[in-house]
């Protein structure tokens, strides 16, 4: 007896302009890709249709080059009827009628089902926002049965927190205060951290959050990265 074909479908969301060749690795084992937002460059967007076919929906922070993208998409794939967006609390569609409900924009993985529907943001797979994981998910839909389920997959690097370099709990809210003068000033991401002596990442970070997210503070900021964690070394 021929063996029941799975088709997958990779999930993915808020890349913010990186592609990792781990990414890369489980995107080739899948027949379609889902792209929730937040991509960053067309270059991104042509990588990724150069290895499947792609449904994309429009981030915020997808500018000019994706004006033709839409905001929310609804389609059908091997049975499974989905429903996606960026931001969740944008959504128009009524999921009644919807399996799987697609989101992305926090860079936090969630699975959860309500009312009957599969509510799925499968995190961030771009740069990593230092404690949270780079994550990802597959979708596997078996042909002959329709039945379905969602793999996350977790790419952390490192296998760890890694310390900010540079930086200090005490320093940590006026180092940011000070990345923040700097990028007013006009100054780019590598001659600051280079000026401070940080790490040039965290410099990237903060200022993508200030450029995102107007009228933010510093301490607004580092709770969006969640960087004070990195600090609670206690036993």
Known sequence: MAENKMHRVAILADTHGLLRPEIKEVLKTCE?????GDINSQKILDGLREIAPVYVVRGNNDREWAAALEDELNITLFGVRICMVHNKKHRKTDLGSIDLFLYGHSHRYEEKTVDGVLHLNPGSCGPRRFRQPVTMA???IEEETGRWQVQKIDLTEGGGDRPIQGISE?????????????MRAGHRVDAIAKKLGVDSGFVEQVCRICVTHPGVDAQGIVDKMEVSALFERKL
């Open 170 to 182: 005490g320093s940590l809210r006026s180092v940011v205060e000070t990345i923040i003068r700097e």
């Open 32 to 36: 379609v890709i889902l792209h929730g």
């Open 138 to 140: 597959v979708l596997e």
